[in-house]
């Protein structure tokens, strides 16, 4: 990214606006009711995320970085997310529909200005226009989480979206082989990378065989047909435990009728696409899976070696296909379209090692808990990544049709619990070479 403070404001506008009017676009498709509704205990109403977008905005951009006064300190707490556990929110005094979107106006007029006066550099939190793109990204990140709560409505079809372009990749391996050595993981260069991402440090991974593209329904349903959710021997202990409490026997949406696999997609019912990646399962149904096949999950740093490492130079790229922004030819991402697209897409998008759909599509689970890198500095605030560290966060890869092109890069790292099946996850397999 540049150091010319024109361009830098350019960039952090652009991110601004495109994550703001893509919020705009999740939350004016439905009326107050359903904004305020609860859809799912797993999530917040609709409205509490449109409030807390913009009241992280006013404490990070407007306080911290302009040093301003607090608009609205009696709201601090309402919208604080280590606060109130999600099913908790609907009985918060929230700002209601017309109120949360004056607030976010008010707060984004008043961060345009700051954007346009304050110098980018002379403290970490302005360096490159660092706090504008963790705003960014947060306010992405806040837009994934409202379109998982649109997956789980009930209610007509609100969102629409063009499909995905496809590629007839009936030609592909179906695994490329990454050799093995020392490659980059991480980042210490990259401006906007977040504290969980730094600092880039050499990791040594011995050849392993990854899977061409993620895996598909396609493939996924002859797990289930072979009587995978009632096989205890696939399973890790607690994923049993899963698999019998809650009666699984399918990823989450799919449900069987008339002989026919269907699912339910953003209000819609459809037949399961056997060519997709496969969407909504959980680490233990990935893990699961992966034992059926002979196979395991990737490590977080297999997967991140397949993704940016090049063994004809050494370098560890941004991205799967070079160092370039994110095209729609490269990667689905953005809220684009409202699924991943066929297995083998984006050839644009392959990455050094031939492997496909490494960013976007749909986020990758592997078998690593989140952990701190060596020399981990916890910066702007221990509550971003630090306190998640440990064996009860399990870490997801590359990003989905969902995520932000400013929130998705191949260092980029998720996580979650390993029971969490509502959010838009699949995953590929691996085996030792």
């Given amino acids: 990214m540049t150091a010319d403070p024109t361009a830098l404001r350019r960039t952090a506008l652009d991110a601004l606006t495109t994550a703001r009017s893509r919020t705009s676009a999740l939350t004016d498709c439905v009326d107050d009711d359903e904004l305020t509704a609860q859809h799912s205990p ?33 709201i601090d707490s309402v919208y604080d997310a280590f606060e109130h556990p999600r099913a908790t929110r609907p009985s918060l005094p929230l700002l209601p529909p017309a109120e949360a979107r004056r607030y976010a106006s008010d707060v984004r007029g008043r961060v345009l200005d700051v954007l346009e006066n304050t110098p980018l550099h002379g403290r970490p939190l302005v360096d490159a226009a660092f706090a504008f793109g963790m705003i960014a990204q947060h306010e992405q990140q806040h837009d994934e989480t409202m379109l998982i709560t649109h997956q789980l409505r009930r209610g007509p079809v609100a969102l629409t979206a063009p499909p995905p372009p496809s590629t007839d990749a009936a030609g592909l391996p179906g695994e490329v082989l990454v050799p093995g050595g020392p490659f980059t993981m991480g980042t210490s260069t990259e401006p906007w990378a977040l504290d969980n991402e730094r600092p880039a440090h050499q990791r040594l991974v011995p050849a392993f065989h990854i899977d061409t593209t993620p895996v598909t329904n396609g493939a996924f349903l002859h797990f289930i047909e072979d009587g995978g959710y009632r096989e205890e021997r696939w399973w890790q202990a607690k994923g049993w435990d899963l698999v019998r409490g809650q009666e699984l026997g399918a990823p989450l949406f799919w449900h069987r009728e008339g002989g026919q696999w269907l699912r339910r997609r ?22 699961a899976y992966a034992r059926w096949a002979g196979r395991r999950l990737p490590s977080e ?45 984006y050839p644009e998008g392959r990455a050094p090692s031939g492997a496909r759909q490494l960013i976007g599509d749909v986020w990758e689970w592997t078998s690593s808990d989140f952990l701190p890198y060596p020399g981990f500095v916890a910066f702007p605030y221990r509550e971003y990544s630090e306190v998640f560290f440990g064996p009860d966060h399990k870490v997801l890869r590359g990003g ?31 085996k030792d070479a």
Avoid at 400 to 427: K, M, Y
């Fill in 301 to 345: 740093e297999e997967w991140e070696k397949a993704a940016r490492h090049d063994p004809a130079t050494g370098t560890s790229y941004r991205y799967p296909w070079g160092d370039a922004d994110p095209t729609p030819e490269r990667a689905n991402l953005g809220q684009r379209h409202l699924g991943p697209a066929a297995a083998g897409s």
């Fill in 266 to 287: 953003f209000g819609a019912v459809e037949p399961v696409p056997l060519d997709e990646p496969v969407l909504h399962v959980s680490w233990y149904e990935a893990d």
């Fill in 42 to 74: 797993l999530m917040s109403p609709l409205v509490w995320d449109l409030a807390h977008i913009s009241n992280q905005e006013e404490q990070w951009l407007l306080r911290a970085v302009a040093g301003r006064e607090a608009m609205r300190p009696e």
């Fill in 400 to 430: 989905a049709f969902a995520v932000g092109e400013v929130a998705c890069r191949a260092t980029f790292r998720n996580w979650d619990l390993p029971v969490r099946r509502q959010i838009f996850s699949g995953f590929r397999t691996a």
